[in-house]
Nanobody, 115 residues
Framework: QVQLVESGGGLVQAGGSLRLSCAAS????????MTWLRQAPGKEREGVAT???????YYADAVKGRFTISRDNGKNTVYLQMNSLKPEDTAVYYCKARAGGNDYWGQGTQVTVSS
């Protein structure tokens, strides 16, 4: 069982920055594939960024060049640095861990970008 706790959400003006954190339990965090997803009101949940155990990263086209996913295996934490935020980035952001063939989810953190 993997537990995930997100933090760092909040209200920011367009053009601003936020950094989300997701702290994970488990002794094999370095082997987890970690993904940030988001869900805006009335929309489907969508993938934002993924970082795999080897450190390779993948981004949705909508956030390329603005968001950066990273991980600190010593702290069992994955981060999402979000720059140049836009109102359309407003959503609940979720952290997901893929571990042992199973998916584990955090509770989500709200990000609101005002215009």
């Amino acid at each position: 069982q993997v537990q995930l706790v997100e933090s760092g959400g909040g209200l920011v003006q367009a053009g601003g920055s936020l950094r989300l954190s997701c702290a994970a339990s488990g002794r094999t965090f370095s082997s987890y594939a970690m993904t940030w997803l988001r869900q805006a009101p009335g929309k489907e949940r969508e993938g934002v960024a993924t970082i795999i155990s080897g450190g390779s990263t993948y981004y949705a086209d909508a956030v390329k060049g603005r968001f950066t996913i990273s991980r600190d295996n010593g702290k069992n934490t994955v981060y999402l640095q979000m720059n140049s935020l836009k109102p359309e980035d407003t959503a609940v952001y979720y952290c997901k861990a893929r571990a042992g063939g199973n998916d584990y989810w955090g509770q989500g953190t709200q990000v609101t970008v005002s215009s």
